[in-house]
């Protein structure tokens, strides 16, 4: 089969926060099918839907209640195979959220088949990624069921080889049905230490992350399901070095495509924790991806990617979302476009969507960003603190509706919105989207020289100007072919030293003086030579 997905790039849909077909305030499948052309003109190739399985939304349908029915407030399975149709009928593919970690505690086998969960007399001191101990007390069974996220996300036992065939089953179905491929929640979690035991602060990542069984588990997975259909995978992977990256995603393995790698987004804090706030050291980012890029050039693969629905928006994060929202939005773009991998766009990156500061916690609804609140109110940290820590890496950031125009709630809904949209609605927006100069048009430009320049799938990677706490750049080099890309992740103007070749995208109109080669604020472009 041929590797389709090493030239696509994906679009990822937030359903809930998308497009409210219907003014109940929450997005819907008939939403994203009124939006299609949109996508399909933005030229992205897959879109991955992050859950829309039936569920009570203790953590936005991460918590699945039943694999085989849509939920309700999302439309009906006529309405989902309708949207398959018609992403299909563009051209375009569809992947599916696949979250077999754990369920929600309202599945039918948690009561019908306790023994597909993990059950312990006595529970370690590990903590939940949601706050609070990572088990919980079950009266009638007189035992510990382990939950690494929320009480009600009971983890699934994969030792147990009828979970296993269960969930084969399930993909299948969804397979059969024509869906393009599954995006894997937490995968890299399904295998847990036997010996589950106490971890210095509650950590037991090193007990249930890349865990002793998991590659048996997706070769197994590969073989009866994957391996049959030509499809693209994608598994979520916290925790994991580009060693473990290769292991999963080198084609003779016969795992995953490819995974989602966290280190890029944890550069931004000082410890373990993510709330604990600090600054991003350019060098460490550029080495960070310098890393991965090395790493899975000759074996594996890697995804790109900057947002999701867990991550604030990039361009408040690692960008300026005042002065030079447009520039730097382009200029983001352009650094990681020009990588190695498969890029992902969150819904709003092309349209440069910015953080959120609501003034009340009220206005919240993420479960994570709830319980931390809690807790750190509980441990004497002020409103103050904590509503900084929200603005700065809360998932509501990634999670407030679409902006599709001026118009009230931004044209996301005629009803009030699950959450609230932000406020800046009024400036940033879809309606100019057909603007030459508009963020949206740089992105449809990325993705169609990925389409059609072989250097930006295969060639190699090598960081320039290292020390440079500003300037990213980067050259690939592809048989007698280079790419030059520099990035300017500051607001200073600064010089450079003369770029051979001819300037194939940039997000300046035009550079003032050619000659002088000063790179202006949160500039960006990229030089072609052969
Ligand atoms: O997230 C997995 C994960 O590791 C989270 O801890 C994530 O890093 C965190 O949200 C960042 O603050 C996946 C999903 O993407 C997330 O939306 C779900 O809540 C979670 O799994 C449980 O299914
Ligand atoms: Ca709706």
């Known amino acids: 089969m041929t590797e389709w997905w090493k030239k696509s790039t994906v679009y990822q849909i937030y359903p809930r926060s998308f497009m409210d077909s219907n003014g109940d305030g929450i997005g819907d499948i008939q939403g994203i099918i009124q939006k299609l052309d949109y996508l399909s003109e933005l030229g992205v190739d897959i879109l991955w839907l992050s859950p829309v399985y039936d569920s009570p939304n203790d953590d936005n349908g991460y918590d699945i209640r039943d694999y085989y029915k849509i939920m309700n407030e999302f439309g009906t399975m006529t309405d989902f195979d309708e949207l398959l149709n018609q992403v299909h009928a ?46 919980d007390f079950h009266e009638e069974r007189n035992q510990y069921y382990l939950h690494l996220f929320s009480k009600k ?90 060693k473990e990256a290769r292991d999963y995603t080198a084609a003779q393995n016969q795992e995953l495509n490819m995974i989602f790698t966290f280190e890029h987004m944890d550069l931004d ?33 890697n995804s790109l990617y900057w947002n999701n629905h867990d991550q604030p928006r990039i361009v408040s994060r690692f960008g300026n979302d005042q002065q030079w929202r447009v520039e730097s939005a382009k200029m983001l773009a352009t650094c990681l476009h ?10 709003g990156e092309e349209l440069g969507m910015t953080n959120v500061k609501f003034g009340s916690i009220a206005a919240y609804k993420d479960i994570e960003t709830l319980n931390m609140y809690k807790e750190k109110q509980q441990a004497g940290v002020s409103h103050d603190d904590i509503m900084k820590k929200i603005y700065t890496k809360g998932r509501d950031n990634a999670r407030t509706p679409m902006q599709w125009s001026d118009e009230e709630n931004g044209g996301f809904s005629t009803g009030t919105p699950w959450i609230q949209v932000n406020p800046n609605y009024t400036e940033i927006n879809a309606l100019k989207y057909r603007d030459p100069n508009s963020i949206f048009q740089y992105y449809k430009k990325l993705i169609a020289l990925r389409k059609n320049m072989d250097i930006i799938t295969y060639g190699d990677f090598t960081l320039l100007h290292r020390e440079d706490e500003e300037l990213f750049a980067y050259r690939r080099s592809w048989q007698d072919e280079t790419l030059t890309v520099y990035c300017n992740f500051s607001s200073k103007s600064k010089r450079i030293t003369r770029l051979e070749g001819k300037k194939i995208i940039g997000n300046y109109p035009r550079h003032t003086d050619e000659d002088e080669w000063v790179l202006k604020p949160y500039e960006a472009m990229v030089y072609y030579q052969q």
């Open 269 to 301: 804090q000082a410890s373990g924790e993510k709330w604990d706030l600090k600054p991003l050291d350019l060098i460490d980012l550029k080495e960070n991806l310098e890393k991965w890029q090395h790493g899975l050039h000759d074996e594996g693969w």
């Open 153 to 242: 996300q009971p983890d699934l036992n994969w030792e147990n080889p009828e979970l296993r065939n269960a969930v084969y089953q399930m993909m299948r179905w969804w397979l059969d049905k024509g869906v393009d491929g599954f995006r894997m929640d937490v995968i890299n979690m399904i295998s847990k230490d036997p010996q589950m035991k106490d971890a210095p602060n509650g950590d037991g990542s090193s007990q249930f992350m890349n865990g002793p069984n998991v590659h048996t588990y997706l070769k197994e997975m590969n073989k009866q399901v994957l391996s049959q259909y030509d499809i693209v995978t994608v598994g979520e992977s916290p925790g994991t070095t580009p």
């Open 90 to 135: 563009r051209g375009m593919k569809l992947v599916m959220d696949l979250v077999v970690n754990h369920t929600s505690d309202e599945h039918a086998w948690f009561s019908d088949h306790p023994d597909f969960y993990i059950w312990r007399d006595q529970p370690t001191n590990w903590r939940s990624f949601f706050g609070g101990l990572a088990w």
């Open 338 to 347: 020009f990588m190695q991998g498969t890029p992902y766009i969150y819904q």
